[in-house]
């Protein structure tokens, strides 16, 4: 899954960045989610496979916390990215004559940039509150990579601060952003269920379905972890957390580039373009020799 989530967002990028027609806001949001879930799993997976291969279980505190940095900001910025993209799609739909003029790329590098800000912002604080906290229950992480949460356990000391300081970032981002993506999506269905072309609704829903699936393969490990952490009590076992805290880093990397490679016509058409060139580049060199 590593593999095809780094081969997968890289042809993406890749795609994005040579082919014309893909120069488009649309698509410039999908590469801020390329670039997006290429960070966030490579903060955990490798850490994870050498323990499971080669027992690598160490890592220094500093570590830990960096790691941790990396992992809760740009989950932030992921969830963030998915709102952009549902904005773009509110936009492209509802306003389809003013989209090239809203969306110029001044504005989609400044709300890019704020999205990333805002989970930094949010997130250097987590460090600060984990540090001061006195650990001396042992240093033992029950867990793949460093969450905060888990970490604060270790501590010997008052984390009720580091509790709700999280549950405020989880619903300041969180929050903001499935609200934001509720409205923009209720506002699309409205329009697109005026249309009178059966045709032309069919079009219009058709270019939200990888972004619905995006959010789906995103939200839905995270809402099951936040939830069962907080109201699972010990009925379901930690193995479980664990591994859903797992797909919840690495899914998202995974299944987007792969969605979006077959639900988006134009990101399909420029790889069987790319494939068939190729044959055809390979095929006069044979000829010519």
């Not at 500093?62 to 900001?73: G, N, S, W």
């Not at 008052?158 to 993506?181: E, P, Q, R, S």
């Not at 219009?204 to 619905?212: L, V, Y």
């Not at 880093?249 to 190729?278: A, F």
Request: aromatic share 12%; glycine share 6%; net charge positive.
């Amino acid at each position: 899954m590593y593999v095809v989530a780094m081969v997968g967002n890289c042809g993406l990028l890749y795609l994005i960045r040579y082919e014309d027609s893909l120069h488009k806001p649309m698509y410039y949001f999908l590469a801020m989610l390329s670039l997006t879930d290429l960070v966030m799993c490579s903060s955990t997976i490798p850490k994870a496979l050498c323990i499971f291969w080669f027992h690598l279980k160490k890592i220094s505190f500093d570590e830990c916390l960096v790691q941790m940095f990396f992992i809760h900001t740009f989950t932030g910025m992921e969830s963030g990215v998915l709102m952009l993209m549902a904005l773009d799609r509110y936009i492209a739909i509802c306003y389809p004559l003013r989209y090239s003029t809203i969306l110029t790329n001044p504005v989609i590098a400044k709300v890019g940039l704020v999205t990333f800000l805002r989970g930094v912002l949010l997130i250097i604080p987590f460090t600060f509150l984990t540090k001061r906290l006195p650990y001396c229950r042992g240093n033992i992480i029950y867990h793949t990579y460093c969450d905060h949460m888990s970490v604060a356990k270790l501590s010997c000391g008052n984390v009720k601060i580091n509790a709700i300081y999280g549950l405020m970032v989880a619903l300041l981002i969180g929050g903001f952003d499935i609200l934001c993506i509720t409205i923009s999506y209720t506002m699309i269905l409205r329009a697109v269920v005026s249309l009178s072309s059966t045709d032309a609704q069919q079009k219009a829903f058709s270019t939200c379905t990888a972004h619905i699936c995006a959010i789906v393969f995103s939200y839905s490990p995270a809402f099951f972890s936040f939830f069962s952490h907080r109201f699972g009590g010990h009925t379901i076992p930690p193995s479980c957390h664990i591994i859903m805290a797992n797909i919840y880093v690495l899914l998202p990397p995974t299944m987007n580039p792969v969605v979006y490679g077959v639900k988006t016509k134009q990101i399909r058409d420029c790889i069987i373009r790319i494939l068939s060139g190729s044959k055809d580049i390979k095929s006069h060199s044979i000829w010519k020799r």
